[in-house]
Every structure is written in C-alpha cells, then in structure tokens.
C-alpha cells in the first residue's frame, strides 16, 4: 500500500498521471496548508524567544508595583522568556560625578547590570509607585543613567510597557506613566501604546492592594498582557535585541 502511495505521488510530481481540476486544486490546497503550518511552527519558535524584561521600581519590600508585574509576567510567560529585577535589592551608587554620560559601565554598582538587561530584552516593561506625580526615585536613577545608551540609541525599537500606581485618586498617577513612556519616546522606543494605571491604594491597608488581585484589578493587566502579546505579533520579526 506504502509504495503504491509513493509511486502515485511520483506519477503526480513527474506529471505522468493527468490529474482533474478539482483533484489539482485539492493537492494545491494541501500543499498551502503543509506550508502554512511549517512557517507557523517557525514563528511561534522565534515568538517564543522574545525576552520580556519587568523591572520593578517601588521602594517597598511588599508592594503593588511588584503584585502588579508578576501577575503580567505571568500571564506573558506562556509566550516569552520573561525575567524580573527589583531595583530595591540592587547596589546602586549616584554621586553626580557624570561619568555615566559618556558610558553607563563606567559605575561600579548593580545598576549597570540591568541597563545590559534592558540592551538585550526585547520588549521592557517598567511598574513603579508615584511619588508627587512622578516616578520613584529608583526608577529616576535607572532612566537618567541610560545617557550613553540614549546616545547610542540603544533601546532603539524595542516595545514598552507601563503599569504605575498611587494612593490617590486624584494622585496625578497618570502624569507618572506618562513620564516614563516619554522616556520611552526618547529612546525611540516606539511601540509603547498602553500604559496601566492603578489609583486609590489608600482604599486598603497600609496602602497595599490586596494579594491575590482581585477581578477588577487583574481585568487591566489581562488588557494589557493581550495587547503586548497581539503587537508582538504583528511587529516581533522587526522588534530589536
Ligand atoms: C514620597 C511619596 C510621595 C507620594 N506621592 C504620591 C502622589 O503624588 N500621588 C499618589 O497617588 N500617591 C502618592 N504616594 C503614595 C504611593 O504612590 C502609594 O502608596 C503607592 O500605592 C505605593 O506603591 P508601591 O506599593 O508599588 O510602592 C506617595 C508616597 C510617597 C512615599
């Protein structure tokens, strides 16, 4: 039966058998299907090994930032490698002495660590808490030492993402997220459409949103996870490393 199989297709391959339109377009059709299944596989192979950098930037032990992060780097890890840093646990050492502005590894602390994180993730995503409408001081210190990498256009291309939180519901917290997605911009990181903003942490104790999330507050970070993984796609063969 095998090679009665076998010695059909060659029949078909070498055109000795003469086959009918539909009998034609048939094999056509299948022949797409194989095809469009292989290139399928191959994305989903490269897909796979976008690297999602979530850097968590409140000055808490136990915060929101980080609850937030990891239920979105969660949620992404079925898709990407996905890595997480909290700048609290981190040596970090400014002084102004301006050495980072021709080169960022001209410190010695933990922070150049992360900016060789940042070069290498393709997408990035920073949560931080707001801090009089703007973002913590570790997220400062880790955007303003990236001069030498926003001169070398380092983070050029790659996509972003924003989740920040505040007590206040009238916190300026969106002023915060719109911070750090201008930061974004500068670094041509071009594909930042969404930022996630969460308010009214002062509802709860010790301003610290309850563990686990619920509905109403996982709800956005599922929005997002699903927008990340929908322009990854479309714009993944195109997104830098
Ligand atoms: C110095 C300081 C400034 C703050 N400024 C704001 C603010 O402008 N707006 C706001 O809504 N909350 C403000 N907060 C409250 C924090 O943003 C809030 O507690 C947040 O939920 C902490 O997030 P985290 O757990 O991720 O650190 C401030 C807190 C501190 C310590």
Request: net charge positive; glycine share 4%; charged share 25%.
């Amino acid at each position: 039966m095998h090679r009665k199989i076998k010695l059909f297709s060659c029949k078909i391959l070498t055109g000795s058998v003469s086959l009918k339109q539909p009998e034609r377009n048939f094999i056509f059709a299948r022949l797409w299907h194989t095809l469009a299944e292989i290139a399928k596989e191959f994305f989903l192979i490269t897909y796979y090994y976008m690297h999602i950098l979530g850097i968590n930037c409140s000055h808490r032990k136990t915060s929101n930032s980080e609850l937030f992060l990891d239920y979105l780097l969660k949620s992404l890890s079925s898709n990407f490698s996905v890595e997480k840093v909290n700048l609290l646990d981190l040596k970090i050492d400014c002084r102004g002495c301006e050495s980072c502005f021709s080169d960022f590894r001209n410190h010695d602390d933990d922070l150049v660590g992360v900016h060789e994180k940042m070069l290498k993730a393709n997408v990035i995503i920073m949560s931080s808490p707001t801090y009089f409408g703007m973002p913590s001081n570790l997220a400062k210190v880790l955007m303003d030492r990236t001069n030498s990498i926003w001169l070398e256009k380092g983070l050029k291309g790659k996509m972003g993402a924003v989740i920040v939180n505040g007590a206040s519901r009238f916190g300026a917290i969106e002023q915060n997220a719109k911070n750090i997605v201008h930061f974004f911009h500068d670094h041509e990181v071009i594909n930042v459409p969404f930022y996630t903003c969460f308010n009214n942490s002062i509802k709860h104790p010790h301003e610290r949103f309850p563990d686990p999330l619920p509905k109403d507050l996982t709800d956005p970070l599922d929005k997002l996870s699903i927008e990340i993984k929908t322009l990854a796609d479309i714009i993944s063969p195109n997104l830098s490393r």
